[in-house]
């Protein structure tokens, strides 16, 4: 495999009391998520999880972006772990994200696009600044939604609404964000990092049985199956998508900045 990217200063880790921030930090690729980061995001929640001081995660991206999603080059080394009988890095993170027992939260400035916003659905606090736009482009690289969007989306906005979102694949800013259930609180950007770690500070204060306890009512684990179930469809359509003569055009039209051009 490779180790392009395996720096761990790609992913930074802060202590704040009771609230570990994971930041993503590639601000030269908007926070594009390579492999090596994904695992290095999953090895951050393993650590909070057995951590009792660690009372609530927390997202947030350096620079001017959250994330700009998964790197598009990443995706070729797909068929590399398939081909081993192995998940890739970005499966074993979202298996990981939906077990996670402790409150999370994520703060967004600038671009949250593919996994920087399905993401969002799984966080108990969503901070979104002036400049957060939001982007779920799955049809537009011939790919399905992941990580559950597919389902939690419609819990959240409606089937219309989720329809038009994941069907398009347009971008949308703040406004449409918190519309769609997915934005719990706004701000202006510069105060984002403040109220940000105000909130994780707040919501780690509180009673840790009473917190954990109020969230599993509030995800039960009837609705988790389901999920597994939603994620598990949803990752064998995307793996045949990978493999679509629709997702290798649309790949190189975003490098070689053209229109794609699809069959009938």
């Known amino acids: 495999m490779s180790n392009r990217d395996a720096d761990p200063e790609k992913v930074l880790l802060e202590r704040d009391g009771g609230v570990l921030w994971v930041r993503f930090n590639r601000p030269e690729k908007r926070n594009a998520l390579t492999g090596p980061m994904y695992r290095q995001i999953r090895s951050a929640l393993l650590q909070a999880a057995g951590d009792d001081n660690v009372r609530v ?150 009673p840790p049985a009473a917190v954990r306890a109020t969230r599993k009512l509030l995800r039960p684990d009837h609705e988790r199956d389901r999920l597994r179930q939603a994620m598990e469809a949803e990752k064998q359509a995307f793996i045949a998508g990978l493999g679509s003569a629709e997702h290798r055009e649309a790949v190189a039209a975003f490098f070689e900045k053209r229109p794609p051009r699809f069959g009938n």
């Open 57 to 206: 995660l927390a997202f947030a991206g350096e620079g001017d972006a959250f994330t700009a999603g998964n790197d598009l080059e990443d995706f070729a080394t797909w068929g590399d772990y398939l081909a081993e009988g192995r998940q890739p890095p970005v499966l074993d993170l979202m298996d990981t994200v939906l077990a996670f027992e402790k409150p999370m939260m994520a703060a967004v400035r600038g671009p949250a696009v593919g996994i920087g916003t399905t993401l969002l659905p799984h966080c108990d606090l969503v901070l979104a600044s002036e400049t957060a736009r939001f982007a779920l482009p799955f049809t537009r690289l011939g790919l399905v939604p992941e990580f559950g969007s597919s389902m939690l989306l419609p819990c959240l906005a409606g089937a219309v609404r989720a329809s038009h979102a994941l069907l398009l694949g347009e971008p949308f800013d703040r406004d449409r964000a918190v519309e769609l259930g997915l934005v719990s609180e706004c701000c202006e950007d510069g105060q984002l990092d403040m109220l940000a770690r105000e909130r994780g500070r707040s919501l780690a204060a509180l």
